[in-house]
């Protein structure tokens, strides 16, 4: 009896705490519910309810973490395609052009109804079964694309009429697409890298994705791999369960890959592997980056801790946190973070803690200094709170500048040209640029007037207008310009001295509007830095041994 009482005695405070808090936000609750009413009776102009409680709600989330979201029912079915890389529709990626004012193809799967039934990219959406998809004008971005990208949207077997203007074509085409079920390849490429080095490239975490990689792992035994490669740079990840099977596909059954722990007892789960693994003993290497985050660093976190796979490249994001989807009135979902996720050493890899912030209103990022050692079941020290550090680090940036090319109309006017006055190019597995052809892109893209904006433009054009408002000198205005110039980046010099590097991404580039994202990848292999970093390790198999051990 006595036990009983201490135990109830703990468990006071507690329940206290709890009824005080719940008190607290039914009063909360109850001022927005009459602030909102008072407001929509009275206010001179009339309300959008679902906008301005729609701005509230997301206002409230942005608080908390930027995992945890708010999807309308409009919205819900984007948040299913992320999951199972499933929807209904032309089976093409759109993009705003700012030249035309309108959306034009950016990306066609290949395969799928928009490719086998003529877009090409390129191709600038004037109407949509009939219906003008509009300007942009002023609308938001993301607004005016979500509404072309939901017109081109339907249900399998219905027939998308698309009125298109094509580069080189003095007429308007009109292509009728037969809308079907498309299924986003979570493996879009896999081969051979070098001799007896199997390369599998993963993109996201959506669902049966690890038979995907399976099949993968399969082909390129088959071709004669007795080393692997799993590429996860740039996987922001996707389904937890699905990156414990492709752990499983290299680990034992029996293993346990993943704690989540959270605050109620529902959120506490753990996975271990299921089955029978595909290969126990074959070479890995895993190559990450710093935008390889959530599941993938769940595989590459997990295979480092037991010891199963060398990870190469550069450190990872650091997404520790596990988001679960909650059903709202109205089929709105709300997807929500409720626990922390652990690897097998025990450690999180979560980077910031958002329930702190700094002055400025950023999450706090623990420093190195302070983060815990752990230790991979060889007895490796591996440590929690920033990512996965790689045992093998390889860099591979990009200048500010080339990428700022690169994500330009004027960088895609290039390639739209390039590819009216070449019928054909050389397979992707060979293409790449002459010298004179790399000469000819410097020239296009000076000469287009291209001007990036970055960060030190933009600095600059708001001092500009805080200079005009409060009538500054002439003097002032004219030092202001001389700044604007001499941080004005020289184009051609920049490019001309990046040829390498810039000819490679272009190179790459051309090679996925003749052999799709595919052949793009393919190319892109051929000048990877941190891909000949992961075959230099598996090439030497005693220094292969020795990171592990």
Not at 189 to 209: H, K, Q, W
Request: proline residues 4%; negative net charge; aromatic residues 8%.
């Amino acid at each position: 009896m006595k036990k009983i009482v201490f135990s109830l005695l703990l468990l006071l405070p507690a329940t206290i705490l709890w009824a005080q808090n719940l008190s607290n936000t039914s009063q909360q609750l109850k001022i927005f519910n009459q602030l909102y009413k008072t407001l929509d009776l009275y206010y001179v102009d009339t309300l959008d309810a679902e906008k301005n409680i729609g701005t509230a709600i997301n206002a409230m989330l942005e608080e908390l973490d930027p995992y945890t979201e708010y999807y309308t029912a409009k919205a819900a079915r984007d948040l299913n395609t992320i999951t199972t890389g499933k929807y209904a529709g032309i089976g093409a990626l759109i993009h705003y052009y700012k030249a035309e004012d309108r959306c034009v193809i950016y990306q066609l799967y290949e395969g799928k109804p928009a490719h086998l039934g003529g877009l090409k990219v390129g191709d600038v959406l004037l109407e949509i079964d009939g219906k003008d998809t509009g300007l942009r004008g002023n609308r938001d971005i993301n607004d005016y694309t979500g509404s072309v990208s939901n017109a081109l949207r339907g249900d399998p077997g219905t027939v998308a009429r698309i009125k298109v203007k094509r580069q080189g074509s003095p007429d308007t085409l009109t292509i009728n697409i037969t809308r079907a079920s498309v299924q986003m390849p979570a493996v879009p490429y896999s081969g051979m890298v070098a001799p007896e080095v199997g390369y599998i490239y993963l993109n996201s975490f959506t669902s049966d994705c690890s038979q995907e990689v399976k099949q993968a792992l399969r082909s390129v035994k088959d071709k004669g791999a007795r080393s692997v490669i799993l590429d996860l740079r740039n996987n922001g990840g996707g389904l937890a369960n699905e990156a414990v099977k492709i752990v499983n596909l290299f680990v034992e059954k029996g293993k346990l890959i993943l704690k989540m722990k959270g605050k109620f007892s529902e959120a506490n789960t753990s996975y271990a592997t299921q089955s029978a693994p595909e290969d126990l003993t074959i070479p890995l290497v895993v190559l990450v980056n710093g935008n390889s985050a959530s599941s993938s660093e769940i595989v590459c976190g997990s295979l480092q801790d037991l010891d199963r796979a060398v990870i190469v490249g550069e450190r990872t994001f650091g997404k520790g946190l596990v988001q679960q989807p909650h059903e709202m009135p109205g089929d709105g979902v709300l997807k929500l973070t409720t626990s922390h996720y652990y690897i097998p050493s025990g450690r999180c890899i979560q980077a910031l803690d958002y329930s702190h912030r700094t002055d400025n209103g950023e999450a706090y990022r623990m420093p190195d200094s302070l983060t815990n050692v752990f230790y991979t079941e060889a007895g490796r020290p591996v440590r929690d709170g920033g990512g996965i550090t790689p045992d093998v680090t390889a860099l591979d940036s990009i200048p500010t500048l080339l990428a700022y090319v690169r994500n330009s109309d004027e960088y895609f006017d290039y390639i739209n040209q390039f590819c009216l006055d070449h019928a054909t190019i050389a397979p992707a597995s060979e293409f790449a640029l002459t010298d004179e052809q790399y000469a000819g892109f410097v020239d296009y893209i000076v000469e287009s007037g291209f001007t990036p904006e970055n960060r030190s433009k933009k600095v600059v054009d708001q001092l500009r207008k805080i200079l005009k408002a409060d009538d500054a000198s002439p003097e002032a205005m004219a030092n202001l310009d001389a700044l604007e110039q001499s941080i004005k980046p020289d184009i051609r010099k920049v490019l001309t001295q990046q040829q390498p590097l810039m000819s490679h991404f272009l190179a790459s580039d051309i090679c996925e509007r003749y052999y799709l994202y595919a052949g793009a990848l393919q190319n892109a292999l051929l000048h990877d830095k941190q891909l000949d970093a992961a075959i230099q390790v598996l090439h030497d198999t005693a220094r292969y041994q020795k990171i592990l051990k």
